[in-house]
C-alpha cells in the first residue's frame, strides 16, 4: 500500500471495510480513498497497537519459534512460549479467523509475568479438522506436552473443542477456555460455498472476513483492535484464509458427551460480537456446568480491547489446578489471596453492573 498504510480510520470500522475492499482493486484506488477519508475527517494516525511499547517490548522479548510436525514441509507452525519450562501443562493460545499468534500478545506478557507459561499458536494450511487435530497432536507430542489447557477465540475456540473431542479417548486437553466461540458451523450459513473457498482470490477472502467486523462506533480501545486485527488479516496469505474459513464454515458440530467432563470457561461479551445470540445460547446449553465470564464490552476481540479483564478470567478459570500436576504456574509463584482479592472486585464490579442496567431498565 501508498500512503494509507501510516493511517487508519477510527471509530468507523464499516467505512475501512469499504476502503480495503477498494484498496485492492486496482492501484488507482488507495490513494483516491484515501483522500476522501482524509477529507472527510475519518483517518487519524496510525493504530497504536502496532507501534506501542508493549507489542514492541514482545516483539523484542519473545522470539517465533517454527515448527514442523508433518511429514509435508511445508506445513509450519509458528507459535510464542513464555514462561516457566518446567510447567507441562501450560495455556495454549488459539487464534481467530483473521487472527495470527501475536494477537494474545497481552496475554503473553502479563501471564507469563505472573508465572504461567503461555503458548501462543498459529497453525498451518489444513483444509480439514481432522488433520488440524493430528497436527496439533503431533505438535504436543513434539513439545512434550502431555495435556494443556487451551484458549480459543471464535474458530479457535471450535477447534479447542474438536481437539478435546478428538483425543477424548486418550484426553490431551485439560480445560477449556472459549472467547466469543460457537459449536456448529452451520450458525454461519456458509456451508454450501465452504469447498469453494480455496479457488477464490486473496481480497475476496478478506472482504468476507471484514464482514464480521464490528460495523458501527466503537470506543478508541475497540477502534485500536479492529486496526491491528486488519493488519493482521493483511499478513496472511490466500491459502491460510482458504484453509481458515474452509474448518469455519464446512459442516461440522461438537459432540458434547465426549467432551464433558472437562472444566469450561465461556467468555463472550454484551456488545457487537460476529456471534448471535442463537449461538451464544447454544454454547450455554451444550456446557450447562460451564463458568460463564461476561465482559459489558469488547466486541470480537476483547482479548486486545479488554486484555486486563480477560487476563483475570483466566487466572481465575486456572485457578483450580493450583497445586495439581495440571497447574499452569509455577507453583513458587502462587498468590492466590491476591487473586482472591481481584475476584472478589470484579464481582463487586459485575453486581454493579447489573443494579445499574436494571435500574436503567
Not at 298 to 321: D, K, M, T, W
Not at 322 to 340: F, K, N
Request: net charge negative; hydrophobic share 40%; with cysteine.
Amino acid at each position: 500500500m501508498g500512503p494509507e498504510s501510516r493511517f487508519t480510520l477510527k471509530k468507523f470500522p464499516q467505512v475501512y471495510k469499504w476502503s480495503y475492499i477498494l484498496f485492492t482493486l486496482s492501484e488507482t484506488f488507495p490513494l483516491l480513498c484515501f483522500q476522501v477519508f482524509l477529507y472527510l475527517g475519518f483517518v487519524t494516525n496510525m493504530g497504536e497497537i502496532k507501534i506501542s511499547p508493549d507489542y514492541n517490548w514482545f516483539r523484542s522479548t519473545v522470539p517465533l519459534k517454527k515448527i514442523i510436525v508433518d511429514d509435508d514441509d511445508s506445513k509450519v507452525w509458528s507459535l510464542y512460549d513464555a514462561g516457566p519450562r518446567n510447567i507441562r501443562c501450560p495455556l495454549i493460545f488459539l487464534p481467530p479467523v483473521s487472527g495470527t499468534a501475536d494477537v494474545f500478545f497481552q496475554q503473553i506478557l502479563a501471564l507469563s509475568g505472573w508465572g504461567y507459561r503461555v503458548i501462543a499458536l498459529q497453525y498451518p494450511v489444513y483444509w480439514e479438522i481432522f488433520e488440524f487435530c493430528d497436527g496439533f497432536r503431533k505438535l504436543l507430542d513434539h513439545l512434550q506436552l502431555d495435556k494443556v489447557h487451551v484458549f480459543g477465540a471464535s474458530l479457535g475456540g471450535f477447534l479447542a473443542q474438536k481437539f478435546a473431542e478428538y483425543t477424548h479417548k486418550s484426553p490431551r486437553v485439560q480445560s477449556l477456555i472459549l472467547c466469543n466461540a460457537f459449536s456448529d458451523t452451520s450458525i454461519f450459513n456458509q456451508t454450501w460455498t465452504a469447498n469453494s473457498f480455496w479457488l477464490m482470490p486473496a481480497f475476496m477472502l478478506k472482504k468476507i472476513v471484514l464482514g464480521n467486523f464490528a460495523s458501527g462506533p466503537v470506543d478508541t480501545e475497540m477502534a485500536d483492535g479492529i486496526d491491528f486485527m486488519v493488519d493482521r488479516l493483511e499478513s496472511l496469505g490466500q491459502s491460510e484464509l482458504a484453509s481458515r474459513l474452509t474448518l469455519n464454515c464446512q459442516n461440522s458440530y461438537v459432540e458434547p458427551h465426549k467432551i464433558r467432563d472437562i472444566p469450561v470457561t465461556i467468555m463472550d461479551v454484551f456488545d457487537q460480537s460476529a456471534l448471535s445470540t442463537e449461538a451464544k445460547e447454544e454454547m450455554y446449553k451444550l456446557y450447562p456446568n460451564a463458568r460463564r465470564a461476561h465482559l459489558k464490552t469488547g466486541g470480537n476481540f476483547p482479548y486486545l480491547c479488554r486484555s486486563a479483564e480477560v487476563n483475570l478470567y483466566v487466572q481465575i478459570h486456572l485457578l483450580q489446578f493450583h497445586g495439581t500436576r495440571y497447574a499452569a504456574i509455577d507453583p513458587s509463584m502462587v498468590s492466590a489471596e491476591e487473586l482472591e482479592v481481584q475476584k472478589a472486585n470484579l464481582q463487586a464490579s459485575s453486581e454493579q453492573e447489573q443494579q445499574q442496567q436494571q435500574q436503567q431498565s
